[in-house]
């Protein structure tokens, strides 16, 4: 049955809400296991020959955008690959760390792709798409195979085949992995994929560029606007239809594991053309980074969550004890085994450390609330693995784990081997993202989201190792097939940029460029930004209240008062400048906060990374309201400084029962 219901309705943050169109995520009919076949044999096919007649535009190059490229290019379609790097291999994916989940059972540990579905739509606390996510289990085993052909080098175990570890949210091993560098891996290979096809020619990779807007003709997406980051030349590209895998918006925060490069933009300016933007408040809190040491931090470090498998978590039993902590009286190593408590083993004794992430997080937050935080600032609790290197020797230990060991000592100056690491949560990853249909296509025809910039299939907490997992799945097995649906029904004659609207879309981008290097103010971008963040941080991150979040959108509007008035852009168009690239990636983060405040403050319920304090259970756990907020909030742009129309996609489960999530 498809999932077409779609309402709109008032409150307070959005009084002028208009009528809301029909949102049809294109469901397939029959059983959940059959879905994905049967849609793969219902898609129109675009026949070999007429494959090389059209061309399709990919911006960026990391796991999702880079396994697109190479395998659309492979079946013989025309791209253009678009990233703001100097090489494809720089692109964010690199920075994963611990695994990849794939329901290969390999552990013979009771794992199977039903299982591997529950356990992300469970640990996504129900705010997912059945069928989505079901699909996402279902390729998840084929990754695998073609990462290894690929000469992926996976771990491997005594007898040869590939070794599993845990991740949080299961009680099996589905991990794979390649030390604590997967995600660098992983890229290496699709990138050896993409550099085959640029070889061949069916592959036409623009590096520096920076996409800027997209260009919408009669209805449909036929091209970008790039900013030449090198020259500052502003280009048109055109094409049958535009893939975006730009990855997630984490940086809104400032202060988050993601590089600084890593922004919004791409998915913003199509907002803005058109696609709507879904559940933006689902922010992922990692609970193991390494915690923030001054005020003159520009990111956060993330230290795997593959350490939790043999790492444990602990706080001083007392406050007295983290008091002389703090002062620098006792060290870890001096506290008693009785006066530690080992709060996620005493708390949630079936899963202990492996909880998900926004249930570590939380409680680790709790802890440092009760004044038994540890570290100068009392912000960090203990990651210890004294009792592993006891049982299987430091060296052991070092060939799991020690690339993550000799990044922590080299932060911190702190040696992991006799200290325990000190972590606390981060802002990580982004669940929301672009609203896509089940062929990954936004509300703008012709427009298509991949990866981590849609936010299909991790509803409002995403289980560790699924990002990669979802880059692939989207890139090598779902765009592919869905893409040519579109192109099949698409006349393959050429497009060109010389219709009217890219000429608009090009002018619109030069008088923003304009626009702010004629500010001349006082402030620099990264004032605005950090501005942002503290704020987003505080009121709309770990928890949220409704009048935080109404303290925070008054902030936020005059942040954004402030930045057009006010900030100072040195240089200018026509050059290489990052005061000019930052300040318009700035001004779109500060818009995609105020609406991440308006969606948190109209979700009444607490779900995965989205904790209202008004909504907890005595247990001060995640609330939900299956009745009234089971269901995907799509936000529709309305205009410069209009409140934005929220529609909604109706969640329906008819495979998994609705429960309050338990990890105990």
């Known amino acids: 049955m498809r999932l077409a219901v779609i309402l709109s309705f008032n409150y307070s943050v959005t009084p002028s809400l208009r009528h809301s169109m029909l949102l049809d995520s294109k469901l397939p009919e029959g059983p959940l296991a059959e879905k994905w076949d049967k849609h793969k044999f219902n898609v129109k096919l675009v026949n070999p020959a007429n494959k090389r007649k059209y061309d399709v535009i990919v911006v960026g190059t990391g796991l999702a955008g880079a396994s697109a490229a190479a395998s659309l290019a492979e079946l013989g379609y025309n791209v253009k690959a678009f990233t703001y790097h100097d090489s494809p291999r720089r692109a964010h994916s690199i920075a994963a760390q611990g695994g990849i989940n794939a329901a290969k059972n390999y552990q013979n540990d009771g ?100 996409m800027l807007d997209v260009v919408v003709v009669d209805g449909k997406a036929r091209g970008i606007v790039t900013r030449n980051i090198i020259t500052g030349e502003i280009e048109n590209h055109a094409a049958h239809a535009v893939v975006l895998a730009t990855g997630g918006y984490g940086n809104v925060f400032y202060l988050s594991t993601n590089a600084m490069y890593c922004n919004v933009t791409a998915a913003w300016r199509a907002h803005k053309k058109g696609a709507y933007f879904a559940n933006p408040c689902f922010t992922q809190i990692h609970p193991t980074c390494i915690p923030v040491s001054g005020d003159y931090q520009s990111k956060l470090t993330l230290m795997s969550e593959s350490l939790r498998n043999d790492g444990r978590v602990w706080v001083p039993a007392t406050k007295e004890i983290a008091e002389r902590l703090r002062k620098g009286e006792i060290t870890a190593t001096d506290i008693k085994e009785d006066d530690r408590d080992y709060f996620l083993e005493r708390k949630y004794p079936a ?296 529609n909604k996609e109706e969640l329906t489960f008819e495979n998994v029962k609705l429960t309050q999530r338990s990890y105990k």
Not at 175 to 198: D, E, K, P
Not at 621 to 636: F, G, S, T
């Open 351 to 646: 899963f202990g450390n492996l909880v998900p992430r926004d249930v570590a997080s939380r409680n680790a937050k709790l802890m440092c609330d009760e004044g038994r935080g540890v570290g100068s600032t009392g912000l960090a609790v203990y990651l210890d693995f004294a009792d592993i290197i006891k049982r299987t020797g430091a060296e052991a230990v070092s060939q799991k784990y020690g690339n993550l060991f000799a990044m922590y000592e080299k932060i911190t100056d702190e040696d992991p081997y006799t200290l325990p690491m000190r972590i606390y949560p981060a802002v990580h990853y982004t669940m929301g993202g672009l609203w896509v249909d089940y062929n990954l296509q936004t509300s703008v025809p012709g427009l298509y989201a991949t990866g981590e910039c849609n936010f299909s299939d991790h509803g409002a907490n995403r289980l560790g190792a699924s990002a990669l997992m979802q880059g692939l799945a989207d890139g090598y097995f779902v765009i592919p097939y869905t893409i040519g649906d579109y192109l099949a029904q698409t006349p393959p004659t050429p497009v060109s940029v010389d219709h009217p609207a890219f000429a608009e879309a090009k002018a619109g981008v030069q008088a923003r460029t304009e626009t702010l290097l004629a500010i001349k103010g006082n402030r620099t971008p990264d004032e605005f930004h950090k501005a942002l963040g503290l704020i987003m941080w505080e009121y709309c991150g770990m928890a949220r209240s409704a009048e935080g979040l109404r303290y925070a959108k008054a902030e936020i509007q005059k942040i954004k008062k402030g930045f057009w008035s006010d900030v100072k852009v040195v240089g200018t168009g026509e050059e290489m400048n990052q005061a000019l690239e930052k300040a318009g990636r700035v001004a779109d983060f500060i818009e995609l906060g105020e609406l991440m405040v308006d969606d948190a403050l109209n979700r009444n319920e607490s779900c995965g990374g989205h904790f209202r304090e008004e909504y907890q259970t005595p247990e001060g756990e995640a609330l939900r309201d299956d009745e009234n907020y089971a269901y995907v909030a799509a936000w529709e742009y309305q205009g410069e400084n209009q409140p934005e129309k929220l």
């Open 111 to 210: 794992d199977s792709v039903f299982r591997l579905f529950y356990d992300t739509i469970k640990g996504g606390d129900y705010r997912a798409r059945e069928a989505n996510v079901y699909r996402l289990a279902q390729v998840s085993v084929n990754i695998i195979d073609q990462c290894v052909a690929q000469g992926v080098p996976f771990a491997r175990e005594y007898g040869g085949l590939l070794a599993n570890r845990s991740f949080g949210g299961a009680q099996v091993s589905r991990t794979f992995y390649a030390r604590g560098q997967t995600g660098q891996q992983l890229l290496l290979g699709a990138y050896s994929a993409l550099s085959r096809q640029i070889a061949y020619g069916k592959v036409k990779m623009y590096t520096r560029s920076e």
